[in-house]
């Protein structure tokens, strides 16, 4: 496919993309990766492309302000072969037909160097403001580029920039283990040798379009992968004049390789080729036109640029990612100190909260005819559950269907976990209330469990194992059977009696029951929002539901009776006890010890 060449007016206003096989792209000033943003007499949108096989076809947009030069012409509509160009405002395209190609048969070169990093830190620039004035754009190039194909683009661009004897410049990567080639490939002069590593051009351009194919020499790129450093091979020297024949090195007299450090680009390397021009004066060349240690130095500072940019926006990128499950001050831990530690798993005290969505499965029926809209709505609910753990510094430890579990205490110990939890919760529940469509059931339990990164050798995550969670999980399914939002064990409850004042949150005991499958009776109490929220439920009415269940408990069922009826009947918790005492004629069973027996879970 050929590929279109803008040029503007400075070295550095380039590009080279290919040209989708007819689809129409637009060209502009502000085109997406279509734009020349450096030339301001080209429109916002100012031609349409179309390549059909046999030319590009080129159509001026309505409602451009300036014209379109084709063979020295103002034209409307014209079709382009390769090898020729247009001209709008100060910016040429060219439409080049050439292809790149790795080769495994260069010949060998006449002189071979490889740079070393302190090496290349003795050689000067004898013209660094240009170098410098190139590399300070490098950090825009990185942040520009929408993904990698885009970065290949404006890098090669910059590199031809900051290169003016450099005829031809590349991305590549060699795939595998290059630096183990020497051990696992046959021995130097061995024609299937360099045929053992796969080398890729990410993305390439030369300067001349009608110049021949480009087919950079795998070897080259193999032996500075290997080495991880710079390494330069010459095939003819400048003594020969430019009106010689053409090498057979595709053309180029040199080419040097220059691998880009760290993992975040395993295999990268930035490949540079070109001639000697004895007629060029370059500032950037020395006195010696074969001395090329200047341009490798600042393709190695490239190079290790673009490796430090790229590691940042890859922990950026995990660190957006890492956010989605761990509050801001967990974030800054992990931060500044050995994630392995951190997230160890070990035993601690933690709070842990279940959250459920109630009526999902009646809302599933409804809206059956549009799954994908019920799936927006129930990612939209998981995420008010999960933007209120991490706003009160929780984990999101995992998600089971319409269900989210949060928990708090690790990986930073917090002495008020249970505030916390209790304040995320009281939210959550809100949240939903003020929001038609969904309720939620949350349980909510303390003790000692495991958190950390658990799991197997194929999978892991963060999470928290232990009874402390599957009490929770309990709690959270037993309200529905008492009809109370969010459900306390006993732990959690005293802490919020002794450490929560009443402005934040309040407490009342519900009932003793004996969970489903468990042989422990268990004491449970409800999370209530405080008064200023919740106006219709007064203190008063708490007390006076305690009173009520303290005589149950004693066996005093219809003093029991008497304190329920003074609760408002909008308080649907109430009628746990009220429909537990009718069901057994108001009088406890002779050997009923105040346990409730739930029948499910």
Not at 93 to 98: C, S
Not at 427 to 447: L, N, S
């Given at each position: 496919m050929p590929d279109l060449i803008a040029q503007g007016v400075e070295p550095q206003q380039r590009w080279r993309r290919s040209l989708p096989q007819e689809q129409p792209v637009l060209l502009g000033r502000v085109a997406g990766v279509w734009a020349a943003p450096w030339d301001q007499h080209i429109s916002r949108q100012h031609v349409r492309l179309q390549w059909t096989g046999g030319g590009l076809q080129v159509t001026r947009l309505p409602r451009t302000r300036n014209p379109v030069f084709f063979s020295g012409r103002e034209e409307a509509r014209f079709t382009l072969r390769p090898g020729e160009h247009f001209v709008i405002g100060q910016?040429?395209?060219?439409?080049?037909?050439?292809?790149?190609?790795?080769?495994?048969?260069?010949?060998e070169p006449v002189q071979q160097q490889s740079f070393s990093a302190q090496y290349l830190k003795q050689v000067q620039f004898r013209n660094p403001d240009h170098r410098i004035e190139v590399l300070s754009r490098l950090p825009e190039v990185i942040s520009g580029a929408a993904?990698?194909?885009?970065?290949?683009?404006?890098?090669?661009?910059?590199?031809?920039?900051?290169?003016?004897?450099?005829?031809?410049?590349?991305?590549?990567?060699?795939?595998?283990?290059?630096?183990?080639?020497?051990?696992?490939?046959?021995?130097?002069?061995?024609?299937?040798?360099?045929?053992?590593?796969?080398?890729?051009?990410?993305?390439?351009?030369?300067?001349?379009?009608?110049?021949g194919d480009f087919q950079p020499s795998q070897g080259l790129i193999v032996e500075a992968i290997r080495q991880q450093q710079s390494v330069l091979h010459v095939w003819r020297g400048a003594e020969t004049g430019p009106s010689q024949s053409f090498t057979e090195s595709e053309n180029f007299d040199w080419a040097f390789c220059t691998p880009v450090p760290g993992k975040s680009q395993p295999g990268w390397g930035l490949y540079m080729a070109g001639r000697f021009h004895a007629e060029r004066s370059d500032t950037s060349a020395s006195s010696d036109p074969t001395d090329l240690r200047e341009d490798v130095k600042f393709t190695e500072l490239v190079a290790a640029m673009l490796s430090s940019l790229r590691q940042m926006r890859l922990l950026e990128r995990q660190h957006a990612s890492l956010s989605q499950f761990f509050s801001p001050v967990v974030l800054e831990t992990l931060a500044v100190e050995d994630p392995d530690v951190v997230l160890a798993p070990r035993e601690t005290e933690v709070s842990v909260m279940f959250c459920d969505l109630r009526g999902f499965s009646r809302?599933?029926?409804?809206?059956?005819?549009?799954?994908?809209?019920?799936?927006?709505?129930?990612?939209?609910?998981?995420?008010?559950?999960?933007?209120?753990?991490?706003?009160?510094?929780?984990?999101?430890?995992?998600?089971?269907?319409?269900?989210?579990?949060?928990?708090?205490?690790?990986?930073?110990?917090?002495?008020?976990?249970?505030?916390?939890?209790?304040?995320?919760?009281?939210?959550?529940?809100?949240?939903?209330?003020?929001?038609?469509?969904?309720?939620?059931?949350?349980?909510?339990?303390?003790?000692?469990?495991?958190?950390?990164?658990?799991?197997?050798?194929?999978?892991v995550k963060v999470t928290v194992f232990g009874p402390v969670v599957n009490l929770a999980s309990r709690l959270e399914g037993m309200t529905k059977a008492l009809r109370a939002p969010i459900l306390l064990d006993e732990a959690t409850a005293e802490a919020v009696q002794r450490r929560i004042p009443a402005e934040v949150a309040r407490v009342r005991r519900l009932a003793v029951v004996k969970p489903y499958g468990l042989d422990t009776p268990l004491a449970v109490s409800e999370l209530v929002p405080p008064v200023s929220q919740c106006p219709e439920l007064t203190d008063e009415h708490l007390a006076c539901y305690e009173s009520a269940l303290d005589a149950f408990l004693a066996r005093r069922w219809s003093e029991a009776l008497e304190l329920l009826h003074r609760i408002p009947t909008e308080d649907q918790v109430k009628d746990f006890l009220t429909v537990y005492i009718a069901q057994h004629n108001r009088t406890p069973p002779p050997d009923w010890d105040g346990v409730i027996l739930l029948e499910s879970k």
């Open positions: 910016t040429t395209f060219t439409l080049a037909d050439q292809r790149v190609s790795i080769t495994a048969d260069a010949p993904g990698d194909v885009e970065l290949f683009v404006r890098l090669v661009s910059m590199l031809l920039a900051g290169i003016p004897r450099a005829d031809a410049a590349a991305v590549v990567a060699v795939d595998g283990d290059a630096k183990s080639a020497d051990q696992a490939d046959p021995p130097p002069g061995d024609p299937d040798r360099q045929r053992r590593r796969p080398v890729r051009v990410l993305h390439w351009d030369q300067r001349l379009a009608i110049a809302e599933t029926e409804r809206h059956a005819g549009d799954l994908l809209g019920l799936l927006q709505r129930v990612s939209n609910a998981l995420g008010v559950m999960t933007h209120h753990i991490r706003c009160q510094g929780g984990v999101v430890g995992d998600f089971q269907g319409d269900a989210a579990m949060g928990f708090w205490g690790w990986p930073l110990k917090q002495e008020d976990c249970v505030l916390r939890t209790c304040r995320a919760a009281l939210a959550v529940r809100a949240e939903f209330e003020a929001t038609a469509g969904f309720h939620a059931g949350i349980g909510v339990a303390t003790g000692k469990a495991v958190a950390g990164k658990i799991g197997t050798v194929d999978q």
